[in-house]
Antibody, heavy 120, light 107 residues
């Protein structure tokens, strides 16, 4: 069965950086697009970024464009989110999610999330 | 950016009753609309994609309809496990966007 396990969350000061990872198993990772979706405490879902199956296409939410970078290593079945210049409003649970197809579709499997807290 | 608006924000329903949740897009998204269910402390779960196709393992009491700018998720007879928050998401245009959610609570 599909498993997505996020890691790398924690407490970080505003302006600092953090890298999240998502270890994937149970499916052919290199055939599917992947997404990061976040949820601030007590709030709704916010799509953050997506990457195509081969890493050649990427898209970002306006709120993170220029600060966050999504990437993947298909040899390690791992998805990443490099987060720079973090802001208090980036505080959220970050979910890794699998696309239903190669890129840009709905997400049919989700990890349990990792909490990022940006605070001084 | 396509803005997705869900209504109502909260829906109070008795077990066994029917629930209809609405999702409206600021511009047409074709049929590229998904519905997700989220329970407290859990990750979202895909219910419906392509506006009306049930995801694997989703019970037949969940159905989706609509296209363009108006969409509906219908739960035909609410079970205790269906009380949760429901989100719509468009994936027709970048950036992908979610609605604000509808909380379905026990009446």
């Amino acid at each position: 069965q599909v498993q997505l396990v996020e890691s790398g969350g924690g407490v970080v000061q505003p302006g600092r950086s953090l890298r999240l990872s998502c270890a994937a198993s149970g499916f052919t990772f290199s055939s599917y697009g992947m997404h990061w979706v976040r949820q601030a405490p007590g709030k709704g879902l916010e799509w953050v970024a997506a990457i195509s199956y081969d890493g050649s296409n990427k898209n970002y939410a306006d709120s993170v464009k220029g600060r966050f970078t999504i990437s993947r290593d298909n040899s390690k079945n791992t998805l990443y989110l490099e987060m720079n210049s973090l802001r208090v409003e980036d505080t959220a649970v970050y979910y890794c999610a699998k696309d239903q197809v190669a890129y840009g579709y709905s997400c049919d499997d989700w990890g349990h999330g990792t909490l990022v807290t940006v605070s001084s | 950016e396509r803005v997705m608006t869900q209504s109502p924000a909260t829906l109070s329903v008795s077990p066994g009753e029917r629930a209809a949740l609405s999702c409206r897009a600021s511009q047409s998204v074709g049929s590229n609309l998904a519905w997700y269910q989220q329970k407290p402390g859990q990750a979202p779960r895909l219910l419906i994609y392509r506006a009306s196709t049930r995801a694997t393992g989703i019970p037949a009491r969940f159905s989706g309809s609509g296209s363009g700018t108006e969409f509906t998720l219908t739960i035909s007879s609410l079970q205790s496990e269906d009380f949760a928050v429901y989100y719509c998401q468009q994936y027709n245009y970048w950036p992908l966007t979610f609605g604000g959610g509808t909380r379905v609570e026990i009446k």
